[in-house]
T-cell receptor, first 117, second 114 residues
């Protein structure tokens, strides 16, 4: 079975600074997708960024980028120029590649990010 | 795109009662997922539908849980004889049939068992 591990329960960053959230996963598959989802307090979960395992290039979305290390099974999220609105719980998630990005997601426990003004 | 809609937002009930939640997916999405999220944890997969067919169920989905998606549109999740351990946030997500499209989540239904 696939597992996703987020070992840091909480992190804090100063506004405008950069922060990196860690995630490791375990799978025997070679084709899969990895995601970072953001869940603000009492609000819906939204997709931040995703990475296809077959792509060597790290995904980027504006201030968000990932460091995907396939051999190490590591998938970290870097948030640059942190903003107050980035404060939320962040979940790392995995899905099989055979059924594409539509298959069920396996989530980590999440990390609570706070942003200091 | 009006987003995934879940009702009710919050349900409080006594132990032993039955509850039913509804999810309306994004209209053109043919896949629909249910997840359960307990406090301080990540969501856990419960079940998913492609159109009206329920294609996979988690072992977490005991025989007290049943989900339906008649006509491949909205879905309902029913819990019979609720227990304290059923207290959680129940999340619904939907996605299109195109493999490069991710899941979109609703706001969830928070279930509290007294």
């Amino acid at each position: 079975a696939q597992t996703v591990t987020q070992s840091q329960p909480e992190m804090s960053v100063q506004e405008a600074e950069t922060v990196t959230l860690s995630c490791t996963y375990d799978t025997s598959e070679s084709d899969y997708y990895l995601f970072w989802y953001k869940q603000p307090p009492s609000r819906q979960m939204i997709l931040v960024i995703r990475q296809e395992a077959y792509k060597q290039q790290n995904a980027t979305e504006n201030r968000f980028s990932v460091n995907f290390q396939k051999a190490a099974k590591s998938f970290s999220l870097k948030i640059s120029d942190s903003q107050l609105g980035d404060a939320a719980m962040y979940f790392c998630a995995y899905s099989h590649g055979l059924t594409g990005a539509n298959s069920k997601l396996t989530f980590g426990k999440g990390i609570t990010l706070s942003v200091r003004p | 795109d009006t987003g995934v809609s879940q009702n009710p937002r919050h349900k409080i009930t006594k132990r032993g009662q039955n509850v039913t939640f509804r999810c309306d997916p994004i209209s053109e999405h043919n896949r629909l997922y249910w997840y359960r999220q307990t406090l301080g944890q990540g969501p856990e997969f419960l079940t998913y539908f492609q159109n009206e067919a329920q294609l996979e169920k988690s072992r977490l989905l005991s025989d007290r849980f049943s989900a339906e998606r008649p006509k491949g549109s909205f879905s309902t999740l029913e819990i019979q004889r609720t227990e304290q351990g059923d207290s959680a946030m129940y999340l619904c997500a939907s996605s299109s049939r195109w493999q490069d499209q991710p899941q979109h989540f609703g706001d969830g239904t928070r279930l509290s068992i007294l």
